[in-house]
């Protein structure tokens, strides 16, 4: 466990811990007959690489069974137990706005899952900047490549490396392989920088006069 100020990590929900991208493809089929695979997912504006319309997408989105059946990521609250087991604070922020409702629906399934979570914070794409900075993160866990540059200049970015998220990235955002990775790298990094910063604050032996 950690002894010094408390190192918060954001962390987005669909596509890193929610598989929203099984569930597109579950309920594109049920609901419109448009028979997805997860192959077909490449971008994350999703009416430019499937058949599904933006009303078509809107409608998904607003049926309120769509969010609270959404499968668990595997590994993925074992994952983030680690990270929090490991000292941090975990912050998720996440874009859901759909219908009345979705944010007590969103706080029920990270309960019901057991996701250890520190507070859920729920603002528009443009916003996640300033969320991020007023929690003070320094690392933020993403899967959208548009995301991660946005967050770029102000903290640290794991992208979840996905079919759908190819593209350059800055300096300051790094491609893992999955949640379990970007924690693993985290703790890593954070504990190089902490026994680093403590070698530096070590006072010098003196011999006596």
């Given amino acids: 466990m950690r002894n010094d100020p408390v190192t918060a990590v954001g962390c987005d929900l ?4 929610g598989d929203i991208v099984q569930q597109l493809v579950r309920f594109s089929r049920r609901q419109h007959r448009v028979f997805l695979t ?18 078509q997408l809107h409608r998904l989105f607003e049926n309120r069974e769509f969010f609270r059946s959404l499968p668990v990521i595997p590994r993925a609250r074992e994952a983030l137990s680690t990270l929090k087991g490991a000292g941090f604070s975990i912050h998720i922020v996440t874009d859901r706005f759909w219908y009345s409702g979705i944010h007590d629906d969103t706080t029920d399934w990270l309960k019901r899952h057991r996701i250890p979570f520190d507070s859920v914070v729920f ?6 900047h300033d969320v991020a900075e007023r929690l003070k993160v320094r690392y933020f866990i993403e899967d959208q490549l548009s995301n991660a540059r946005l967050l770029a200049p102000l903290c640290q970015v794991l992208l979840l490396d996905r ?11 790094t491609r893992v392989d999955d949640l379990k990775d970007a924690v693993a790298r985290i703790v890593e990094e954070t504990k190089v920088l902490d026994d680093s910063s403590r070698r530096s604050q070590r006072v010098p032996l003196r011999c006596p006069a």
């Fill in 123 to 128: 603002a528009r794409k443009a916003e996640k």
């Fill in 163 to 173: 079919p759908y998220n190819q593209g350059e990235i800055p300096d300051q955002v």
């Fill in 38 to 55: 997860r192959k077909h997912i490449t971008s994350e504006n999703i009416e430019t690489c499937t058949p599904l319309q933006r009303e």
């Fill in 14 to 17: 669909d596509g890193v811990i």
